[in-house]
């Protein structure tokens, strides 16, 4: 979309996105460690299989909590140039 060579491009893109990514990921996978291994294991004795619907709404908690550890990571990288506005 911006006339890059593929090489620049690839970089382009692992910069825009490698941060967020990974703020979302730290935010999904640390909210599914706390309520699995610190709420349900603790409380109830039991993991939630990923074929339970109690998973999926775990998910679910997990998939905000790493919108909100992503979102400020995106505006940073949009106000610094790095990613382009939607």
């Avoid at 610190?38 to 919108?67: H, I, K, N, T």
Wanted: charged share 15%; net charge positive.
């Amino acid at each position: 979309m911006r006339d890059l060579s593929p090489g620049r491009g690839l970089l382009a893109a692992l910069k825009a996105d490698a941060l967020s990514l990974t703020a979302w990921h730290v935010g999904m996978y640390g909210m599914m460690a706390l309520l699995v291994f610190g709420v349900f294991q603790p409380l109830l004795g039991v993991r939630p299989e990923a074929s339970s619907p109690v998973f999926w709404c775990v998910m679910q908690l997990a998939m905000l909590a790493g919108f909100a550890t992503a979102y400020p990571m995106a505006w940073w990288l949009v106000r610094r140039g790095v990613k382009e506005r939607m």
